[in-house]
């Protein structure tokens, strides 16, 4: 009766037809379209923002996704792409991925982001002092960011894989809701393992619980790792019977993800044609 | 014969086992092996050098954390399955053990099949070893304290030299059905059985590195996995030298490897026919005890 | 209407191939009866009727027996302990080989879960034929002294909550100790046997080694009591438990029995609330709660109940009830209508005894046996429902302040099967496993078994062990 033996019993769940469709698209619009590196480039971002917009652009029924997640100095070119779209802008802050930097170097980096156009923000927990028990200063972290981040989400990344229990996992999650986070993230995706099943799982029960107890709903995304879309519809599942109706919307739960968008748009299409798809159907990006 | 009814045959190349995949030796050498009464041209089989057997304990080492973590079911049923395969490739080993050994087809036959059976027998130990060598301990205070059996890592083998299946799975079974990730030196004369066993167990659910077999001298390879500072145990019985015996044996002590010795008196080897009991099962076990107290 | 519905994902029926009508599997043969009669077996999902079966008679339990008889003195106990081995996992293979066909079988005869018997069951019967395979050839070892002997013939009645498991269960071990066996699966659920049956003809299995007798009651009655056999085993209630050992009371018979229980689940304050209740879900609405080892009484710690009943409540209802073939099901059918009719009663009296009854929002197909997932709060020892097992979903609740009565509360039962306990303390664990008087406790977790684990009772919940190496006792003549 683990976590992990509850995530596994919940994977068991076959989801079919009508099910399918409804999960398919539901996580099609729940997807942050990533891209986090070092050789980003204005003309990327707008490849990714358009690809964003109109996923699969055989099928004008296909819905555009949640939003795009990037490096806050691109900001401005998502800005130009997505404008009056409804797409949002998540900008990883906070000297992402390590979070290792001064606290007024992360507020500044937050800040600019923010002013230059980013409703949402990805900021990451500082676990160099959670693992060494500084909670307090772990906890004013977050604080400082929701404050510098203004009007915009913030969505606090607890990097799982760095935390490595369970308890600390439940944990960290308290203090980021406690803080003030509008959204609990697994994952930067430059660590392994990222999102798991059993992790969004005990995070899943965090935000219910905080909701039980507070009155106030907080968000989980689900970020790195997450390829297949057979594996997106099990988040689902997961979300559904774990934390239950009020979640499942991209204002509350979210895939951190590049790769999973195209096997989401084959499964997809495969409903619809009824026969497998092939990855030269799809574009890059 | 190079021709049978007029065709002509597809010879076969011979190449260390390590890691999973098969290699040529990194010294590209090679030897000889002819049948038992030197009269037939066999194969070339590759020559093992001392680095092959350096990357031998490499891919041996990084196997064991999965191997030695898998359930006793597991590796049970793995092992199991491997015993299917070579019930299917029984004919082979019977040609290849008459050939190297210098046996009549009865007598093959009858060593292959024991050799199966051995196989099977040591199968069916992974899940009950347990149950036999652990125990709960009632010590005189308010603690649960039990022993649990558990691998003790990786175990080089000097496989016997003239019984070069049957006498090869005695050795090799238990140490693996155990848990533990194996390296094992073939019989220098008589090779083919254990290069056909490294490739049933290359196309077998047995993770690779588990099982590494190099063939080549055993006299030149078996000193420097004797003083291997990676190794934990080491079975040398199938040096039949006495003299060199001892030398891997003090080599050995370096890092206090347990080690099996060769069977005692001169070069005859055991009954491997006979039955094993629980010696080589023990041998490459540690025990561990546990203490908790117990209270409210 | 919830967000996010699941469409119906049935498991296929088509690899199924139930035929009309059976025999009886004696002397490795379908044969017909000689005495016995025909009745029919239905699917307690839909009450279709699936097929006919016999009831042995007198004669037949006879020419069984003497078939075990005939095999054991000319074939099985000739045989190397290797060779029965192989036997074994030829079984166990065949097993592994057909397990989607058996899964959908059991389902269809028992009426639970397809994901119940898919990922529980069959891979469970294949585990334990391939377990006790490996100890055919090891009896030396086995801890009994030097070769020891097997009994004879072993006559083994088995019940019908996990029709081939508890086959599997009798089976393996018997045949490993060098026994031959007559087997007589519940009245309710014969298919899954029968199967069995051409699963040893196509393993070749010596003639007689495995001999199938279907049946109720009477027939049950007539196997256990037959002069010929030597050794008894039966999973059932405790009632007829009692009556076979009075019967086999003077015979050289061995004999073990696995029985009823009430299984207490106990919470402690420090357990993680999430994991107890999937456990407390687990212990008593897995399997519909036909479990002998169920945690049917849930006790926990008072300043904790409040808590842990809203998160239990909440988690019930994401419990789906329905068709047994359907992969998402949770909750299958009530196994006959007399079991729902037990159910039904003992819930009433329930309810006459003054606990509180709650069960969460459940649609109820029309055809076929069906309960809900049913919590009972407010119940004190004395009650009817804390006592007696009700063997269907239903819940008991009571509660404890301390360490010490929780273990009192727990051992208040002629039962003493399992226990389960939730504390994030060791410590505690320990302490509360030794003082509990039950044969399996769980910690931290529930309802889990492995064929190396030996399984059975305290007290009136039978004698004997299951499993492990402790299983091989019951089938040597140690």
């Known amino acids: 009766m683990g976590v992990e033996a509850r995530a596994a019993a919940l994977a068991t769940r076959s989801i079919k037809t009508t099910a399918k469709a409804f999960a398919l698209d539901l996580a099609i619009r729940m997807v942050d379209l990533t891209t986090l590196e070092g050789q980003d480039t204005p003309g990327k971002v707008r490849a990714l923002c358009a690809k964003g917009l109109r996923p699969d652009p055989t099928d004008p029924s296909c819905p555009a996704v949640a939003a795009i997640c990037l490096y806050g100095d691109l900001v401005p070119t998502a800005v130009e792409a997505l404008e009056g779209s409804g797409v949002h802008i998540a900008a990883v802050a906070t000297a992402f991925p390590s979070g290792r930097a001064p606290l007024d170097v992360k507020l500044a980096d937050t800040k600019a982001a923010v002013a230059a156009g980013a409703d949402e923000i990805d900021m990451v927990i500082d676990r160099g002092a959670f693992l060494a028990g500084r909670y307090l200063d772990v906890y004013d972290e977050i604080v400082a960011t929701k404050q510098a981040s203004g009007d915009a989400h913030l969505k606090v990344i607890l990097e799982t894989g760095e935390l490595a229990t369970y308890d600390n996992v439940r944990r960290a999650s308290w203090l980021a809701m406690l803080a003030g986070g509008d959204f609990i993230k697994t994952s930067t995706g430059k660590v392994s393992p990222a999102a798991t099943l059993p992790v969004t799982l005990v995070m899943l029960e965090a935000v219910r619980d905080f909701r039980d107890q507070t009155g106030r709903q907080v968000g989980v995304k689900a970020a790195g790792g997450i390829r297949a879309a057979k594996d997106a519809v099990r988040y689902l599942v997961v979300v559904n019977e774990v934390a239950g109706d009020d979640w499942l919307s991209p204002d509350w739960f979210r895939f951190g993800a590049s790769s999973l968008l195209n096997d989401l748009l084959m499964q997809r299409q495969k409903l619809t044609t009824g026969h497998y798809a092939g990855p030269d159907y799809f574009t890059l990006d | 014969m190079s021709e049978r009814n007029g065709r002509l045959e597809v010879r076969k190349t011979y190449k260390l086992y390590i890691g999973g995949a098969f290699h040529r030796s990194e010294s590209g050498r090679t030897y000889e092996i002819r049948s038992a009464d030197g009269a037939r041209f066999l194969a070339n089989a590759a020559l093992a050098s001392r680095k092959d057997a350096r990357d031998a304990v490499v891919a041996a080492r990084k196997a064991f954390s999965g191997w030695s973590a898998a359930t006793a079911y597991n590796r049970g049923q793995v092992l199991y399955r491997v015993a299917e395969m070579l019930e299917g490739r029984r004919s082979q080993f019977v040609d290849e053990v008459g050939a190297g050994e210098g046996l009549g087809r009865a007598d093959a036959e009858a060593a292959v099949d024991a050799a199966i059976d051995r196989w099977v027998w040591y199968a069916g130990w992974s899940d009950k070893i347990h149950q036999v060598h652990g125990s709960s301990n009632p010590v005189a205070g308010p603690y649960f304290d039990f022993s649990v059996p558990e691998p003790t890592g990786v175990v080089a083998l000097v496989a016997p030299p003239a019984s070069s299946l049957l006498g090869l799975v005695s050795v090799m079974a238990p140490v693996v059905v155990t848990g533990n990730a194996a390296v094992v030196v073939a019989s220098e004369s008589a090779p083919l059985p254990a290069i056909t066993l490294a490739e049933v167990l290359a196309t077998s659910d047995l993770p690779g590195g588990v099982v590494n077999l190099l063939t080549g001298h055993p006299a030149e390879i078996a000193p420097w996995l004797a003083s291997h500072m990676d190794v934990n145990a080491i079975d040398l019985s199938g040096i039949d030298d006495p003299e060199l015996a001892a030398e891997l044996e003090t080599a050995a002590a370096e890092n206090l490897k347990r080690v099996v010795r060769p069977p005692a008196g001169n070069a005859t080897e055991p009954d491997w026919a006979a039955d094993p009991g629980l010696e080589r099962l023990l041998a490459f076990l540690e025990t561990k005890t546990v203490w908790h107290p117990v209270g409210i | ?478």
């Open chain 3, 1 to 478: 209407m919830p967000t996010f519905e699941y469409a119906p994902a049935p498991e296929s029926r088509s690899i199924v191939d139930i035929q009309p009508s059976y025999g009886l599997y004696i002397g490795g043969e379908m044969v017909e009866p000689i005495d016995g009669t025909r009745f029919k077996t239905v699917n307690p999902a839909t009450e279709e009727v699936l097929s006919e079966v016999v009831a042995a008679g007198p004669q037949d339990v006879d020419r069984a027996v003497d078939a075990a008889r005939s095999a054991y003195d000319g074939t099985w106990s000739r045989l190397s302990g290797r060779d029965r081995g192989k036997y074994l996992y030829r079984l166990a293979r065949l097993v592994q080989e057909r397990s989607r066909e058996l899964a959908v079988l059991e389902s269809i005869d028992n009426g639970k879960p397809i994901r119940e018997s898919r990922d529980v069951d069959v891979p469970l019967v294949a585990a334990h034929f391939f377990y006790y395979a490996g100890w055919a050839d090891k009896l030396d070892y086995a801890g009994f002294g030097p070769d020891p002997r097997a009994l004879g013939v072993a006559a083994q009645v088995i019940p019908w909550n996990f029709p081939l498991l508890m086959l599997a269960w009798k089976i393996a071990p018997a045949l490993a100790c060098g026994n031959t066996v007559v087997l007589k699966p519940a009245e309710t659920t014969p298919l899954t046997a029968l199967a069995f049956a051409d699963i040893c003809q196509q393993a070749d299995l010596p003639p007689g080694v495995v001999n199938i007798l279907t049946g109720a009651g009477d027939t049950g009655r007539a196997l256990v009591e037959h002069p010929g056999v030597d050794k008894v085993a039966f999973t059932g209630s405790t009632e007829v438990g009692r009556q076979i050992a009075r019967s086999v009371a003077g015979t050289r018979k061995k004999v073990t029995l696995e029985l009823g229980g009430k299984a207490a689940n106990v919470v402690f304050d420090d357990a993680p609330l999430d994991q107890a209740i999937e456990g407390i879900v687990n212990g008593i609405f897995f399997n519909q709660g036909h479990v002998c080892c169920a945690g049917s009484r849930l006790l926990v710690q008072e300043s904790v109940a409040d808590e842990l009943l809203a998160g239990l409540k909440r988690r019930l209802t994401t419990l789906r009830l329905g068709d047994p073939l359907d992969k998402n099901t949770d909750i299958g059918a009530i196994n006959s209508a007399e079991q729902l009719a037990k159910i039904r009663l003992l819930s009433e009296v329930g309810e006459t005894e003054g606990a509180e009854r709650w069960s969460p929002p459940c649609e109820l197909p029309g055809r076929g046996f069906w309960f809900p997932p049913t919590v009972f709060t407010g119940v004190s020892q004395s009650h009817r429902i804390a006592r007696e097992e009700i063997f269907g979903p239903v819940l008991s609740v009571l509660t404890f302040r301390t360490p010490a009565e929780a273990v009192e509360k727990a051992n208040n039962t002629p039962y003493g099967l399992s226990a389960g306990v939730w504390t994030e303390k060791g410590s505690r664990i320990l302490w509360m496993a030794q003082r509990l008087r039950a044969g399996v406790v769980w910690a931290n977790t529930f309802n889990r078994f492995d064929p190396t684990s030996p399984f059975g009772g305290y007290k009136e919940s039978g004698y004997g062990r299951e499993g492990g190496r402790h299983g091989l006792e019951g089938y040597l003549d140690v």
